[in-house]
């Protein structure tokens, strides 16, 4: 008799089940769990402030010290901008050799509320600039050392923080032994909806984080592109506009000379238009009922102030019938240096590819473009609505309990990420039914949270000497 052909996919041979438990089982030995908790800084590491710097160098000059600004205020900003410094340090770390589509940047702040295109709220990771395929410790890392950092801040004691971060880490691991007895398509279907936040809600937090939790979700369902109108906008001669808010929204007429601002308006104009193939015909229809009125630069988030950020003010129907999109400049991945550069050439289809990958459901104006500035130079962007139903919950108003459910239902929700792309099976494997990865990851995120703490106090010697300029906004 013949022997049968060993199943494939992608061209890639397809490892049954087993095979996939032996080989999550065997990466043990190449990587000790226990392992997962020790780090020592390599003597050759770079100096973080000049990672940031040369981040820096291709940003807008003028938003530099914005950013500086806010990664000095504290260590957990400074953390929320420095990815790149991390995943220098990660490199140098023990790994599995399992593969995920990793977010890379997937800190406790990275996660939260948004809509999907039925009109449902999930939560979610919510930042994808750092994607791509890689080490899914790594990601799970990065969210331990943000919720150890976050515990310092909020005055919670040592203990309290391991019980934090080793309850993410047994959430984590639950859940992706779960996923691995599950069929592709249920893993596929999997989500956390307003609904299941609510219960956890009522079973895990404090009276006072319920009713913070509730607030949170019916704020959520209100942040849409009529409230950010209202916020962002303002009628001028009987015409809608971007008010000038600088330097965080900065109107076109404002920013620019008139010998150079129609130019510009008409390369965002093109972007408009050349993303919306991007889009799936359906969606690329509805886009092409709107037309765009105006733009303004915005500044955004911590660690990406000083990337070019256009938002762009669509109407449809009338005056009343907004749509704001959000263009962001799409650089290379801080993994890129130490995973490779993956399969897309295109930086904002790198970001849109691995979000619709990750994400249980995406924004339904997601896309992606290349674009030539006015100075020539060719920058990738993608491109989403500004707000579409997104929430978030401050870390400062958690008590311990509170962050610890927090904590817990945004590991499975990496979980969850994690298995749609990676070796699930595999992965729970290496993780196993007790809690030696779980210790471990306590261990790491104390002594890295050390060490950003550091490099914090580095940024700021940078500052106080002149080496760095930073701004308050």
């Known amino acids: 008799m013949a022997k049968r052909a060993a199943k494939t996919e992608n061209g890639v041979q397809r490892l049954s089940v087993a095979e996939r438990v032996a080989r999550g089982r065997a990466a043990r030995r190449r990587a000790p769990r226990s392992g997962q908790g020790e780090f020592e800084p390599s003597a050759q590491r770079r100096n973080p402030v000049d990672i940031l710097e040369g981040q820096s160098a291709g940003r807008v000059p003028e938003l530099v ?5 806010r990664m000095s205020e504290s260590p957990f900003r400074f953390y929320r901008g420095a990815a790149a410094v991390m995943a220098a340090d990660l490199a140098h770390t023990q790994d599995s050799g399992l593969r995920v589509q990793a977010c890379g940047d997937a800190h406790m702040l990275n996660y939260g509320l948004l809509g999907t295109p039925e009109r449902n709220l999930l939560f979610d ?43 993410a880490g047994r959430s984590y691991r639950e859940r992706m032994r779960e996923y691995a007895v599950m069929r592709h398509l249920d893993v596929w279907y999997a989500r956390v909806d307003a609904e299941q936040l609510q219960t956890l809600g009522a079973t895990e937090l404090r009276s006072r984080g319920r009713k913070r939790l509730a607030e949170e979700l019916a704020k959520a369902r209100g942040r849409d592109s ?21 330097p965080l929204v900065m109107p076109l007429t404002e920013l620019m000379p008139d010998n150079q601002r129609g130019t510009l308006e008409d390369q965002i104009r093109d972007m408009v238009e050349q993303y919306g ?29 000083g990337t070019r950020c256009w938002i762009i003010l669509l109407l449809g129907r009338d005056g009343e019938d907004p749509l704001i999109l959000q263009a962001k400049e799409a650089a290379e991945s801080v993994l890129t240096p130490y995973v490779g550069a993956g ?46 139903w997104k929430g978030s919950i401050e870390p400062e108003l958690m008590a311990p309990r509170g962050m610890q459910a927090f904590g817990d239902v945004c590991a499975a929700t ?36 050390d060490l950003n703490e550091r490099d914090h106090q580095a940024l700021l010697d940078a500052v106080a000497a002149g080496r760095l300029a930073a701004q308050t906004a």
């Open 65 to 69: 010290p914005i950013r500086y600004g």
């Open 277 to 305: 193939r991007t889009l799936p015909s359906d969606r690329r229809h509805l886009l092409r009922q709107f037309t765009v009125v105006d733009m303004a630069r915005k500044v955004v988030g911590v660690g990406s102030v």
């Open 343 to 388: 399969e897309y050439s295109m930086q904002g289809e790198r970001v849109v590819a691995g979000q619709r990958l990750m994400q249980a459901a995406s924004d339904i104006f997601l896309g992606w473009h290349r674009a030539k500035g006015i100075d020539g130079r060719e920058r990738d962007f993608y491109v989403r609505q500004l707000r579409d």
């Open 125 to 167: 990771l919510n930042d994808f600039d750092e994607t791509l395929p890689g080490p899914w410790e790594w990601d799970v890392k990065r969210l331990a050392v943000s919720l150890a950092i976050a515990g310092r801040e909020n005055g919670f004691s040592e203990r309290e923080r391991a019980v934090i971060v080793q309850s």
């Open 226 to 246: 009529m409230q950010a109108a209202a916020k962002l906008t303002e009628v001028v001669a009987g015409e809608r506009r971007f008010r000038s808010m600088p």
């Open 414 to 449: 990496l979980a969850r990420a994690h298995a749609r792309s990676g070796d699930r099976i595999g992965i729970a494997a290496y993780l196993g039914g007790g809690d030696v990865f779980d210790r471990a990851l306590v261990r790491f995120a104390e002594t890295y949270a």
